[in-house]
Each structure stands twice: as structure tokens, then as C-alpha cells.
């Protein structure tokens, strides 16, 4: 984990954090920079009264906070927190921890599939440079409970000089735009098997497959 998380450890925070609206607004603040609730509201989906709401609800588990106003100050703006957050089950949680948590993490992974799911459908749209850029991998590996560890630090590590939130446009080379890293590391469990399907279970299925 890098100086710049934190570990969310209360289940009332997490709970709402896993709110599908809040995450789309965390998301644009943290992309766009600082916004008024109604700005965030086009993204969310969402009326500004609503809005409003998460924003509140947001910045008082300290996600987001106050910025600094813009012209004439009449328009409250609202910004991400300076630390990002991580989520990690543990040993010693309680039910309701490891609950909250199991929560938050499942929204989490349905916001950045949704993420991916976008990028895939658009990426014929990209020019060439960012098409080939572009990596959606999968790898199996043999490693020990302690090499994963360490290999998350330094993948955590050799990203963090990339990271949007500390790095400011004029930090980044011309052409640089926003993109995305999800990092998965996680034992994998066996899956039930769902077995062979009997004969008769075939031939009804090619029946009913040849009288439609």
C-alpha cells in the first residue's frame, strides 16, 4: 500500500461508500478535479438535490471535502479527499467489518467492470498509439503467500509516480490523458463442477432445439 491510502476499517463508512451513485461521483471528482454538485449530478445519473445528498453523505466519512471556490464563490465546489483508500479483509474483523467490507469491495469490482466493459466497447474508436497501448491480461502465477505481498508493494510502487490525484497535467508529458490500472491479486479457489449432462438431458434439448 502507498503513503497515499489509508485502510477502511468502519462499517458505517464503507456502507456508504458501496452507495453505485457515490462511487460514480468519487470517480468524476477524482478525474475532473473539483465540481459542484450539480456538475456531478450529469455524471451520476442524478437531480442535484440528490446530489447534494451524497456529497454530504460522502464528506462526512471524509471521501470528499470543500474546495477552494471558483469566481464569485456563490457555487459550493466539493473535491476527493487527499488520500485514497484500501480494502483488505482481515483475520481479526468482526462479522460486521468483514461484512461492510465484502460490501464495498463487490461495488468496487462492479464499478471498475463497468470501467472496463466501456473502454472494450470504444477501443476501435481510439487512435492507433492508445490501441496498442491498451492491455487487458490475465496471468496465472505460482507464488507464496509472502511473494504476493511484496509483489503488490512494488507494483504499487512502480504506479505510484503515475498516480492522477498527485500527478498535475503540467507534471505530465503532451498527450497524456487519464487511464486506468485494476490490479487483481487474489488466491484462486476452486470452482463447483457442474458436472456432464446426462443423455436424456441431451437428446430433450436437441429435440426441443429441431421443433422450434
Given at each position: 500500500?502507498?503513503?497515499?491510502?489509508?485502510?477502511?476499517?468502519?462499517?458505517?463508512?464503507?456502507?456508504?461508500?458501496?452507495?453505485?451513485?457515490r462511487l460514480s461521483i468519487l470517480n468524476r471528482l477524482s478525474a475532473g478535479g473539483s465540481a459542484t454538485a450539480t456538475e456531478v449530478a450529469e455524471?451520476?445519473?442524478?437531480?442535484?438535490?440528490?446530489?447534494?445528498?451524497?456529497?454530504?453523505?460522502?464528506?462526512?466519512?471524509?471521501?470528499?471535502?470543500?474546495?477552494?471556490?471558483?469566481?464569485?464563490?456563490?457555487?459550493?465546489?466539493?473535491?476527493?479527499?487527499?488520500?485514497?483508500?484500501?480494502?483488505?479483509?482481515?483475520?481479526?474483523?468482526?462479522?460486521?467489518?468483514?461484512?461492510?467490507?465484502?460490501?464495498?469491495?463487490?461495488?468496487?469490482?462492479?464499478?471498475?467492470?463497468?470501467?472496463?466493459?466501456?473502454?472494450?466497447?470504444?477501443?476501435?474508436?481510439?487512435?492507433?498509439?492508445?490501441?496498442?497501448?491498451?492491455?487487458?491480461?490475465?496471468?496465472?502465477?505460482?507464488?507464496?503467500?509472502?511473494?504476493?505481498?511484496?509483489?503488490?508493494?512494488?507494483?504499487?510502487?512502480?504506479?505510484?509516480?503515475?498516480?492522477?490525484?498527485?500527478?498535475?497535467?503540467?507534471?505530465?508529458?503532451?498527450?497524456?490523458?487519464?487511464?486506468?490500472?485494476?490490479?487483481?491479486?487474489?488466491?484462486?479457489?476452486?470452482?463447483?463442477?457442474?458436472?456432464?449432462?446426462?443423455?436424456?438431458?441431451?437428446?430433450?434439448?436437441?429435440?426441443?432445439?429441431?421443433?422450434?
Amino acid at each position: 500500500m502507498t503513503r497515499h491510502t489509508e485502510d477502511l476499517s468502519d462499517p458505517k463508512a464503507m456502507r456508504a461508500l458501496a452507495h453505485p451513485a457515490r462511487l460514480s461521483i468519487l470517480n468524476r471528482l477524482s478525474a475532473g478535479g473539483s465540481a459542484t454538485a450539480t456538475e456531478v449530478a450529469e455524471t451520476a445519473g442524478i437531480t442535484p438535490s440528490a446530489a447534494s445528498y451524497h456529497l454530504r453523505m460522502l464528506a462526512k466519512y471524509g471521501f470528499v471535502e470543500d474546495a477552494p471556490p471558483r469566481g464569485d464563490g456563490r457555487e459550493r465546489l466539493w473535491r476527493p479527499a487527499h488520500k485514497g483508500f484500501h480494502v483488505g479483509v482481515q483475520p481479526d474483523d468482526s462479522p460486521e467489518v468483514k461484512d461492510a467490507k465484502v460490501l464495498v469491495m463487490e461495488a468496487l469490482r462492479r464499478d471498475a467492470h463497468e470501467e472496463a466493459r466501456w473502454a472494450l466497447a470504444n477501443i476501435d474508436r481510439e487512435p492507433k498509439e492508445w490501441q496498442d497501448a491498451t492491455r487487458f491480461s490475465r496471468f496465472r502465477l505460482r507464488v507464496s503467500a509472502a511473494e504476493l505481498t511484496q509483489l503488490a508493494v512494488e507494483i504499487e510502487q512502480l504506479i505510484e509516480s503515475y498516480i492522477a490525484k498527485t500527478r498535475s497535467a503540467e507534471d505530465a508529458p503532451e498527450g497524456a490523458r487519464f487511464v486506468e490500472a485494476q490490479i487483481n491479486l487474489f488466491p484462486m479457489v476452486g470452482r463447483p463442477v457442474p458436472g456432464l449432462p446426462t443423455e436424456d438431458h441431451d437428446a430433450r434439448g436437441a429435440s426441443a432445439g429441431l421443433s422450434e
